[in-house]
């Protein structure tokens, strides 16, 4: 990120656990799908950072064009509500067995506890379950603070092997 003036130099990079906090605290995510024929499809979701396991987990509707999508790529940009605090990853998604959909749910319903409607965990949990249920494997994140003061100080790459 040369052209953006931002240093080789590893003094003054994001921690990890900068980049959790946000994901933690964001209500809302962007989740960027593609379609069959290569044209990107971005929707506002919920979901839930799950930092035990480093993956990211949501639910849509089993009949939406983000299941469809993914049916036909499964890779995918996950980025919060914040766009000075920004933190992107890129990934790839994966449906969920009834177990794995369980744990999430169960995650996202703690998450979601104090939104209306989501006060009884096992009819959260049901409405997740009903949903296709998803995990989402980071390959790359990015963290950056889009201040002209820290920008080219502090924006980061993060890379799972």
Not at 28 to 36: A, D, I, K, Q
Not at 74 to 84: H, L
Not at 97 to 107: C, F, I, K, L, P
Request: aromatic share 12%.
């Amino acid at each position: 990120m040369s052209d953006y003036g931002v240093g080789a130099a590893p003094e003054g990079l994001l921690p990890w656990s900068w980049a959790e906090e946000r994901l933690a605290a964001s209500r809302n995510f962007w989740l960027v799908t593609v379609t069959g024929d290569g044209r990107p499809h971005a929707m506002p979701i919920w979901g839930v950072w799950m930092p035990e396991r480093e993956r990211f987990g949501f639910s849509c509707a089993p009949t939406a064009r983000k299941v469809r999508n993914l049916a036909a790529n499964p890779r995918v940009v996950v980025m919060g509500e914040d766009t000075v605090n920004v933190v992107s990853i890129e990934g790839t998604a994966e449906r969920l067995d009834e177990q794995g959909a369980d744990r999430m749910a169960r995650a996202w319903f703690a998450k979601y506890i104090d939104e209306p409607g989501f006060d009884d965990e096992e009819a959260a949990v049901g409405f997740v379950m009903a949903a296709a249920a998803y995990e989402v494997t980071p390959e790359r994140a990015f963290g950056l603070i889009e201040e002209p003061d820290q920008f080219a100080e502090r924006a980061t790459r993060w890379v799972w092997e």
